[in-house]
């Protein structure tokens, strides 16, 4: 007989309007989590995820003065209307979004001791803590280190650890991979794993990354709009891939795969959401196929697209054996050389710390090589101003609220125009342009700061558009972002491109740059790896790019796993495969 | 930024307890201002240079401090030396030129009071690094705990200090990326205008300083902060090193106060 407990979490009809907002950011909430239950939340940019995380562990209504509850959060049989915060928090805990200003102790030791200070155990009792906490997120050893050196993946798993320190029995992590690079992404991942195979708790977990939230999850909430719109077990939430992708929540590729080919007509016995489940059942099916008839050996290495050279075959940049070496002696580039021609489309990928941020600098002058040169349209980077520059490349930062100052998005624009010195009836037209090119129309009077995630992003694209460049880079367009703001900044992208444009886009989102790029540059150590069309990449230097930590998207893994049947292998998108699957099995 | 840094080490300084190193600095800079007589106050300079080569303080980094003041002290010299009612003249500046003069007469007496204004002006310099560079901030915690001040006050400087490095990377993310829009930082404009050149690099700093503090302060509360009071885990203990450190201190302090007393150490007309 199943022990029946108590469950962990009720909420029951919830809603909340934030103080001073009009509309409720999550209405009608009903939910009941089990002990030992692991829960995944997803949905798009403002769906209240984050909102429903904190009601949870009751900031949600306590920490934020003049917003309007309906409903109850009982927590372990404590309301959340009752109990303060600070009891709330010995039995549910909440790592945030944000890795970096959620810690707050000088050395990794101290951070991780401050919760069960704050609760009061003596001394003992807190090492005893400290210990176990750090070991099971894997950061035994690091116990002096001071918090500022740990890199992203570290951070976050510390903040993991301080929540271990406290132990609850319900953990709650919103979004804890969104802000962190592959390698870091994967730590978090494991982290997660170690959590559910060594202790009983229950974990709560905002998440985009569907490939992975298919592996580990009991359940899926998704919500739209405040709301719980689909609930229930992974396999039957993926299976409705073109409500999702209607929501803004990207399923696994071979999700999308399967659902093509069920559309198409063809039956299968089972869904697969995994890439395992997936290869096993393609096996199957193409494995009986086989039999039939047999396989005619292909020639597919020499596609056309493989070599083919995109953009005018004139370099609009030129970058000769570039050594960067910081004061201190970090040596971030070591040797890179390559050009870049007019036209092209180009993601540079690698890991934190393989010198991609060092490189782009070197684009627009706010860093000049130590060795070598770069060579922007003519103009020698060392002997050129970052002003000077600015007209030629337009480089857009990560974080939008690292250049948003002005009092409206007109003025925020409006700053670099009159910063190269453009006369005015050029400004005035070019700042229309920008707000049209970007969607922002209706928003020229409103105040950046008040303007959502996705929106300031915008505004600081139009910011950098309107000044006209050459060449725009972009460096990590869409951290943070969902899966249909990641697709409208691509797009974006796309459209510039088209209108002859040279792009140079920095990605972790490898799905992205395959559906994309057409050139990939991936950086290593401070060295290239590996330069060549997005196809060649891919397909030809897949291990190279695994031992760069870089895993290529589900399908030219799935591609790969299949090539036994005669697979296709040079497959970069879903739609490819969908093609190829139906071709080997002789329809239309 | 000297006050915080701290920079590991074995020395006698770093096995000293704060509390001793607090009583070695008052007593210096107690005696330094006791004596007027600049050969008494070299004494007290050269003793606190002693200090600095056995606490391994980097001498070299306080160059560019020298430097920046060098002038500042040049003129404290000859602002004494020119001013101080002294009687034995050393020369005149300006000398007896056909009926003219002399003017600026420079006595000995005043060109020792400056120097005494200096040498007293490098003791503080020298022996507040000695004590800072050697004495982790732990430490300092420590002993606002020992002196009962609030717990909070402690707390509030650690994460201070936390955040620093974090803010002076966000600083220089943001001057790039306002570069990257044309801005000329660097250029050298008018009073205003430097103002306003910097109006879009403070002003994210400051909105996005509201930020952290809001997921700081969301941190803090989630794990416990305000839940009851609490100390500190790490407490300053008194070693043997500091009980014999301690009580040279006080007789060292106690001997300077007598010969003050009994009238040594002042320049020789002083109070006559």
Not at chain 1, 44 to 65: D, H, M, N, R, S
Not at chain 1, 454 to 475: H, K, L, N, Y
Not at chain 2, 69 to 92: C, K
Request: glycine share 8%; with cysteine; charged share 25%.
């Amino acid at each position: 007989m199943p022990k029946i407990t108590e469950p962990e979490v009720v909420i029951e009809n919830l809603s909340y309007i934030y103080p001073k907002a009009e509309k409720p950011a999550i209405k009608n909430i009903n939910l009941t989590i089990k002990k030992g239950e692991f829960v995944t939340i997803m949905g798009p940019t403002g769906a209240g995820k984050t909102t429903l995380c904190y009601a949870i562990v009751g900031l949600v209504p306590q920490f934020f003065e003049g917003g309007i509850m309906k409903g109850n959060v009982i927590v372990k049989g404590m309301s959340t209307r009752k109990y303060p915060i600070q009891k709330i928090c010995t039995v549910a805990g909440i790592v945030f979004q944000d890795f970096e200003n959620q810690i707050f102790g000088i050395t990794v030791e101290d951070d991780v001791s401050y919760g069960p200070i704050f609760l009061g155990f003596d001394f003992e009792e807190v090492k005893k803590r400290v210990k176990k906490a750090l070991s099971l997120v894997r950061l035994n050893g690091y116990e002096k280190r001071t918090v500022y050196t740990l890199s992203g993946g570290e951070t976050q798993r510390l903040a993991i650890a301080d929540i271990l320190a406290m132990e609850p029995e319900i953990i709650v992590l919103d979004e804890p991979t969104s802000q962190l690079d592959p390698v870091g992404k994967e730590e978090v991942f494991q982290t997660l794993e170690d959590l559910r195979k060594k202790t009983d708790a229950t974990i709560v977990l905002v998440e985009h990354k569907s490939e992975e939230v298919a592996k580990f999850s009991d359940r899926i909430i998704v919500m739209n709009d405040g709301e719980i719109v689909l609930e229930g077990p992974p396999r039957k939430i993926f299976e409705n891939v073109d409500e999702l992708l209607n929501i803004g929540v990207r399923p696994p590729q071979v999700c999308e795969l399967f659902s093509s080919l069920r559309k198409k007509g063809m039956e299968f016995e089972s869904f697969p959401i995994t890439l395992e489940e997936a290869v096993d059942v393609l096996s199957k099916n193409l494995a009986s196929l086989a039999k039939r008839k047999t396989v005619e050996t292909r020639k597919h290495t020499s596609s056309s697209e493989m070599t083919e050279k995109v953009g005018s075959g004139e370099p609009i940049i030129e970058v000769r054996d570039l050594w960067h070496i910081y004061p201190g002696g970090v040596e971030a580039l070591k040797g890179v050389g390559f050009n870049i021609y007019k036209g092209e489309f180009v993601a540079i990928i690698g890991p934190n710390g393989s010198g991609k941020s060092t490189l782009l600098k070197h684009f627009n002058g706010l860093l000049k090589p130590t060795k070598g040169e770069v060579i922007v349209d003519g103009l020698n980077v060392k002997d050129t101003t970052t002003g000077k520059l600015a007209r030629k490349v337009g480089l857009v930062f990560q974080n939008p609220d690292h250049q948003l100052f002005a009092k409206s998005v007109k003025e925020e624009i409006e700053y670099g125009l009159k910063n190269i010195g453009l006369p005015e009836d050029e400004i005035e037209q070019r700042i229309k342009d920008a707000i049209e090119f970007t969607g922002l129309k209706g928003y020229e009077e409103k105040h950046p700061l008040l303007l959502k995630k996705d929106e300031r992003q915008r505004v600081a694209f139009a910011s950098i558009i309107a000044m006209a460049p050459e060449i725009i880079v972009v460096d990590e367009p869409t951290t943070g972002q969902d899966f249909k703001g990641s697709e409208r900044m691509m797009q974006m992208l796309t459209k510039l491109n088209n209108l002859g444009k040279t792009i140079i886009v920095v990605t972790h989102d490898l799905r992205l740059v395959a559906e994309y790029a057409n050139r990939v540059i991936a950086l290593f150590q401070g060295k290239i790896i590996v330069d060549g069309s997005t196809r060649e990449v891919f397909v030809n230097y897949f291990d190279a790019l695994r031992e760069a930590y870089l895993s290529p998207p589900q399908i030219i893994h799935l591609a790969r796993m299949l090539a036994k049947y005669g697979v296709r292998q040079d497959i970069l998108r879903v739609e490819e495969m969908v093609e190829e699957i139906i071709k080997l099995r002789g329809g239309k | 930024m000297v006050f915080l840094e701290y920079i590991p080490g074995d020395s006698l300084f770093h096995k000293l307890d704060i509390r001793s190193k607090l009583l070695w600095f008052i007593a210096v800079n107690v005696l330094a201002f006791l004596f007027w007589d600049p050969f008494y106050v070299g004494i007290i300079l050269l003793s606190v240079v002693l200090a600095g080569i056995v606490a391994k303080v980097p001498f070299r980094r306080f160059g560019a401090l020298m430097k920046g003041l060098l002038i500042p002290m040049i003129f404290i010299v000859g602002y004494e030396a020119l001013v101080y009612p002294g009687e034995r003249t050393l020369f005149y500046i300006i000398p007896k030129l056909w009926g003219f003069g002399p003017y600026g007469r420079i006595t000995v007496e005043g060109f020792f009071v400056g120097l005494t204004f200096l040498f007293r002006l490098l003791i503080m310099v020298f022996s507040s690094s000695v004590f800072t560079l050697t004495t982790p901030l732990d430490h300092f915690l420590g002993f606002l705990q020992k002196i009962r001040a609030p717990y909070q006050l402690g707390f509030m400087i650690a994460v201070a200090v936390r955040f620093i490095p974090t803010l002076q990377r966000e600083a220089w993310m943001i001057i790039d990326a306002q570069k990257a829009r044309g801005a000329e930082i660097e250029a050298s404009k008018g009073f205003l205008q430097t103002i306003k050149m910097y109006v879009p690099i403070f002003l994210p700093m400051i909105i996005n300083g509201i930020r952290r503090s809001e997921t700081l302060a969301m941190a803090m509360v989630t794990r416990g902060f305000g839940a009851r009071k609490w100390k500190p885990l790490k407490s300053i203990k008194l070693t043997k090193v500091d009980y014999i450190f301690i009580p040279i201190c006080f007789v060292l302090l106690l001997i300077g106060i007598y010969l003050r007393i009994q009238g040594y150490g002042v320049i020789a007309f002083w109070g006559g």
